[in-house]
């Protein structure tokens, strides 16, 4: 079994930061690429940021410049630096990971955190 478990989320100020964190735990072989998603009320998910084994970053245009995605490939951890957060980025964030586990060392699974609230009151 394979868990992600999302932190850091909360309530910030217009213009404050916010750093998330996603720990992958359990039966994992390797894990290519890791990213952020968010879904805010009424809307559907989207990508916020991935980041590939190898370090290579993508961002959506939305949140370029002002988030930062990173990764620990020892500790398969991800983390989503947010500054100067906006209202729009108020959203449940989720992180995933596209990984092989051990009874399927071939074959890449994608798997979902729980997701985190990040609220950010103007």
């Known amino acids: 079994q394979v868990q992600l478990v999302e932190s850091g989320g909360g309530l910030v100020q217009v213009g404050g930061s916010l750093r998330l964190s996603c ?3 359990g039966s994992i072989f ?18 916020v ?3 590939s ?5 993508s961002y959506a245009d939305s949140v370029k410049g002002r988030l930062t ?3 620990d490939n020892a500790k398969n951890t991800v983390d989503l630096q947010m500054n100067s957060l906006k209202p729009e980025d108020t ?3 989720y992180c995933n ?3 092989l586990t051990t009874r399927f060392p071939s074959t890449v699974h994608r798997y ?3 997701g985190t609230q990040v609220t950010v009151a103007s």
């Open 23 to 25: 720990a992958a735990s």
């Open 30 to 47: 390797s894990i290519n690429a890791m990213g952020w998603y968010r879904q805010a009320p009424g809307k559907q998910r989207e990508l």
């Open 49 to 51: 940021a991935v980041i």
């Open 53 to 57: 084994s190898a370090g290579s970053t």
């Open 69 to 71: 995605i990173s990764r």
């Open 91 to 93: 959203a449940v964030y």
């Open 97 to 99: 990971a596209d990984l």
């Open 112 to 114: 979902w955190g729980q």
